[in-house]
């Protein structure tokens, strides 16, 4: 009995001379599991227990009092060996996605690719050698990285590509590609930003960048503190990185009014020769804080409702427009705060109320995301 166990499941061995406990792998769809089945002395399967790994507990939930069921009748362990197995190839076919391993070509032509590619390309590969994630540097010394998800059929059948980029990534994929083919395409996706991505650079190393906290190399959107709750919103174009940017000053009225007008006047000026950066200081004639000469502190003022800076993803943007009061909030919280004020108006997306702290009538623009919230 025993014999014919070991030699269905070789990987499965008897612990004593008297065979009554059994410790291995079974093998499942070619996949192992360790299993440990344990018999009373009368080696009756009735009182047998078995213990097995957290993979398989998982796989058979739901199935335990059938196998449970299917297994007591039986006098042998083999025959429960052959019940346990049946029912975990049930479990794993009806997981999403459950596949077996690929043809071994399928293996020896990914490491021929890598080879030719370099290995030190190579930033991850995942346990199945499905999801691999490629390294390639830009000519500006940027780093990038390209997520390559290969299907069952591959090389035939295209594999899913991803990347942190500012526009959709173009791979084209032919049945003759290669890894070394997609690593050469990506790279001619991220020289085409360079200027894009310098524009950035530029802004991140010479001003204080409030938002993104933490910028990708996705984010095209950057918002600059110009002085104390007062900021510009710009959003480069990936595809023109030169041209002027979409432009939205926040702050007080009236010290964004004076920079409205000066945006509006001198928009003539714009030089795409000149760098981004240099434009927005002549366009708006002003001088952006740097780290050079300010503390990103000074511009990190707490909401004068929720007191703090960063509600979720978002910082304080709404500011009293009384110039003796200035205080700033979160568009939410001045929102929340305007709308249960019972001396508070509404009309149409606009709600009008007091200031928390000079009493002035303030001004709330209610979005998109308020009227959800609402």
């Known amino acids: 009995m025993s014999c014919l166990l070991m030699r269905e499941s070789p990987m499965i061995i008897a612990l004593n001379k008297e065979k009554t406990v059994y410790d291995g792998f079974i093998t499942v769809l070619e996949k192992d599991f360790r ?27 739901g199935y335990q009092h059938i196998v449970k069921q ?6 042998r362990i083999n025959d429960s060996h052959y019940e346990l197995v049946y029912y975990q190839e049930v479990a794993l076919k009806s997981q999403p996605g459950c596949q077996s391993f690929s043809p071994p070509q399928y293996y020896s032509q ?20 499905r999801t691999l994630k490629l390294k390639a540097e830009d000519s500006a010394g940027r780093q990038h990285a390209i997520a390559v998800k290969l299907k069952s059929k591959y090389p035939t059948e295209a594999p899913e590509f991803s990347a942190d980029l500012p526009v959709p990534l173009v791979i084209m994929w032919t049945s003759q590609s290669t890894l ?34 933490k910028p990708t190399k996705a984010d095209s959107m950057r ?19 030169k041209m002027l940017p979409e432009c939205c000053l926040l702050g007080a009225e009236h010290v ?33 804080p740097s780290p050079t000469t300010h503390e990103k502190s000074s511009f990190s003022v707490e909401c004068g409702i929720c007191y703090s800076y960063r509600l979720e993803s978002a910082i304080p943007d709404q500011v009293c427009n009384d110039p003796r009061c200035g205080q700033p909030f979160h568009q939410v919280c001045l929102y929340e ?9 509404q009309s149409f997306s606009i709600v009008f109320g007091e200031c928390p702290y000079c009493s002035k009538v303030i001004v709330n623009l209610i979005t998109k995301t308020q009227q959800t919230h609402n």
């Open 337 to 345: 705060w305007l709308r249960g004020l019972p001396t508070s108006r």
């Open 256 to 288: 964004v009014t004076p920079l409205r007008n000066k945006l509006n006047a001198n928009m003539h000026l714009w030089n795409p020769d000149c760098s981004v950066l240099q434009n927005m200081k002549d366009v708006l004639e002003i001088e952006f």
């Open 70 to 75: 299917h297994m007591s009748p039986a006098d």
């Open 110 to 129: 990914l490491i021929t690719e890598m080879e030719i590619l370099g290995w030190d390309k190579l930033l991850f590969i995942d346990a199945e050698f």
């Open 223 to 241: 918002r600059i503190a110009i002085g104390n709750n007062v900021s510009i919103k710009v959003q480069i174009d990936p595809r023109h990185p």
């Open 180 to 213: 070394a083919n997609v690593h050469s395409q990506f790279l001619l996706n991220v020289e085409a930003l360079s200027e894009f991505w310098s524009v950035l650079d530029e802004i991140d190393e010479q001003t204080w960048v409030l938002e993104p906290e």
């Open 35 to 61: 299993i440990r089945i344990s018999l009373p002395p009368d080696h009756q399967m009735k009182q047998a227990k078995l213990h097995c790994c957290w993979q398989m507990k998982r796989l058979l939930h």
